[in-house]
């Protein structure tokens, strides 16, 4: 039952398909519409009026949520900006999609809205059915043990601690608990707190809460000052482009990081502190938007194996679509599913997928007071429709090669400013000589009327919705060469 | 205008007031009415649905979300239990309230429901107002930085970093980050990541993530196998009750919680991890309900401050009204505000209230793609309306004084079985001689129609809504008493 579900799901994507029934985007403007400087002097005041309860050093602008509509977003000057960062990557349908209003104005939904339970004692039938219906047929094949969570950082921290639960696990092999187990566990020490580690890569974000930030090596104001676990860091691959002039200088870059992974296994070991688990992105993105190669991420999940450890990968900016496939992970043919995958962002809750053997045997292992949001649920059942309905997958597949051409035509005549064009899918990215020059780009971007977002050290990032269509990759590409004539 | 607000909101808990308006207990059942015993066979068959991708090793009963109402729970096999647990203390206003209904069937709601922004980046008017008008106006006095967040974990997770930021300026003396604290941080090693620690209590719960679980000391299966950072722990008092027979040596165990709470400061400092901040609940709830004096927690602050040490309340389970005063540690009569105020579960999502002094002076130190939730915001507006218009925290107060001492009669009659009985508002609990007991108690309590919660070894917990009223308390007595009769 489950298999077909999933291979229908997935079927839709490898057929001929038109973009139709995409209503929302005949209500958008016919392009930017700037007003003011960004931010303009309503932001401003918005923003003086913020900083009397907050620190607003990461405010851009100020968003008027009742205008924006599709993918454009409206600030409160009025300036309407065509959206290609979507709040983080945390849009999938863009601004006030029919299909979402329709969750909050069905009145049978209303009592699922209202009451927010504490799901891990007393699930509702909704809820379940939930599971079932939504998150299921979109789990990465053979992960069918789903953890509902709330965010990104608390997804890749739970999925931590089943990675933790499974190994303790093995190595008891099925024995009870000692009671020196017990005891320590209460006070911090081993052997209940074991000092096992997780193993992440250098540029990688994972989040911010201590477990996931200890794995987070992105920038360092996102870490100084934070007290964090002693793990091994090891290198994730920084190729040269493009990819087709660079094959064997590439090739020698995986087999550099991947021998120092396999160090970090046996100094690991040694050190008493040995490695259960591995964390890492398809793509980094907060970090710089690095890509791994398939072989990369094949013999990565080998070399895991190998070392009892198990693969955890992080998809909660990658997935659900960007990249052309639902997953990221699915543009590397692993011989089999990763053990987990975390997903946050676009499906506006959280959790993960993993194999049955990462669910503890015992209850109130893996626990919190909500596990999971209803209303969320609602939303995501909402999006996932769509986005099947309306083909948006491969819409961004194809979308997402006019995109990168365009920016690779632009990178052939602006060779200096615009460097390592890349990406799948509309998860598309290029460097820029250094951070001031990238810095400035971005803002006149936006004063020209495209919303976009930095990663890493001079990345620009694209992370459009998936309702993201040629017309808007042209904007883009217009402005582009406008804003870089004049920088 | 601030001081006016607080003052306004405050001055209505010390008026003569009448639980009025709640029209919401009009529409409840008369009393409980149990046609199966827990759980019943409906309930099963979900359970084994969920069973296929999830762990329901903790599900009580499965609910039916659409006829629960009130205070009273309803199962999906048409038992109607009054619920004084209430999603584990996280519903203010029971279930399915108009007030919060009226957020959702309102449309000028609408884009603010439907469009999830990162509000770090991008705030909204709505959301700007809303810390101003709805979390500020109940800050606990002195305390006007506001962060937003979505759980209890993450809110503990980032008020540690703020704590560690904090502290870590001061070192610094304003001075800049050298490149080796920047370099260091990056690969989670000191000065960047540096050694410090958060001292927490023996008992004690503040969450199941990795920075949060370090703090945590309930029960061994909440941290067993899952690595910690080596941070002190103190113990927390555990008086002999009644209290008003045993202050001699009650105020004992205060000096022997306090010396060794001394005595981790100085170890601490000597081992270079030096304690930078204290957490601890005003009442340790998950761990067994344990109370601390006012003496207790005013000399704890004055201790934390002489170790230049931040004081953070955790009132994730006390906060919004329960204990018949707003925030539970109004009852200690602090010379000055705590530090660091965190709060989740009732408040529909997270976040902490702190000084001014724990905001960061750089941007994306204590961030993350949502920042907090328009749409939960939304709904915790609607409850604090409800409350301060229908006297909830008084209404708690008092009824509070009707189940204490109707607990306290009956822990007469069967003074073997119902042991230690304390509580503040409706905040209650009682000990049962062993586990075994307490838990066959819990679940003939439930087949009789009263849902109610344990904690710790051997405590019976209360968490009734705010609306719980004195019929509600007498039916608890009259099913107590029959219970016990047969235990």
């Not at 496939?325 to 506006?348: C, G, R, Y």
């Amino acid at each position: 039952m489950k298999a077909a579900r999933l291979f229908h799901f997935r079927g839709l994507v490898h057929t001929r398909i038109q973009c139709r029934g995409n209503s929302i985007l005949s209500q958008e403007p016919s392009g930017p519409k700037m007003k003011t400087k960004i931010p303009g002097p309503k932001s401003k005041q918005f923003m003086d009026d913020l900083e009397k309860t907050q620190n607003p050093l990461s405010t851009i602008f100020v968003l008027d949520v009742d205008k924006s509509i599709g993918n454009y977003a409206v600030d409160v000057d009025g300036n309407v900006m065509l959206d290609v960062y979507e709040q983080i990557a945390s849009l999938p349908l863009g601004y006030n999609h029919p299909a979402i209003q329709k969750v909050f104005q069905d009145s049978k939904n209303l009592s699922q809205l209202v009451n927010r339970p504490a799901l891990g004692v007393h699930p509702t039938p909704q809820f379940i059915k939930q599971i079932d219906q939504t998150l299921l047929p979109v789990a990465p094949k053979g992960l069918e043990y789903i953890q509902p969570m709330m965010c990104g950082s608390c997804s890749n921290e739970n999925a931590f601690k089943a990675i933790c639960i499974w190994h303790a696990n093995k190595q008891r092999n099925g024995k009870a608990f000692t009671e020196e187990e017990l005891k320590s566990s209460m006070v911090n020490k081993p052997p209940g707190s074991p000092s096992v580690s997780l193993m992440s890569f250098e540029g990688a974000f994972h989040g911010r809460t201590f477990g996931a930030l200890s794995c987070t090596h992105s920038k360092a104001i996102h870490k100084i000052d934070i007290p964090s676990f002693d793990w091994p860091i090891a290198p994730f691959p920084r190729y040269k482009y493009p990819l087709e002039e660079n094959d064997r200088e590439n090739k020698k870059e995986d087999e550099r990081c991947l021998a120092r992974i396999e160090e970090l296994f046996h100094e690991y070991k040694s050190k008493k502190n040995p490695v259960v688990g591995v964390i890492i992105e398809p793509i980094q993105s907060e970090g710089g938007d690095f890509h791994g190669s398939a072989t990369f991420f094949q013999r990565l999940q080998k070399l895991t194996k190998q070392n009892s450890a198990a693969l955890l990968i992080d998809e909660v900016q990658t997935g659900l679509g960007a990249t052309g496939k639902f997953w990221a992970h699915e543009h590397f043919n692993l011989p089999e599913a990763p053990d987990i995958v975390t997903f946050s962002k676009k499906f506006q809750t959280g959790g993960y997928f993993a194999k049955k053997e990462f669910q503890p045997k015992q209850p109130y292992r893996i626990f919190n007071t909500w596990m999971g949001e209803p209303a969320k649920m609602l939303v995501l059942d909402a999006i996932l429709k769509t986005v099947k309905q309306e083909n948006l997958v491969e819409n961004t597949r194809k979308t997402g090669e006019v995109l990168l051409n365009g920016l690779k035509d632009i990178s052939k005549q602006y060779s200096k400013l615009i460097l390592n064009t890349r990406g799948l899918g509309t998860f598309c990215s290029f460097d820029m000589p250094n951070a001031s020059v990238r810095d400035k780009f971005i803002g006149e971007m936006r004063n020209a009327g495209i919303q976009m977002g930095p990663c890493g050290d001079v990345a620009v990032r694209f992370r459009p919705a998936l309702i993201f269509a040629d017309k808007h990759a042209h904007i883009v590409h217009d402005k582009m060469n406008e804003v870089l004539k004049k920088l």
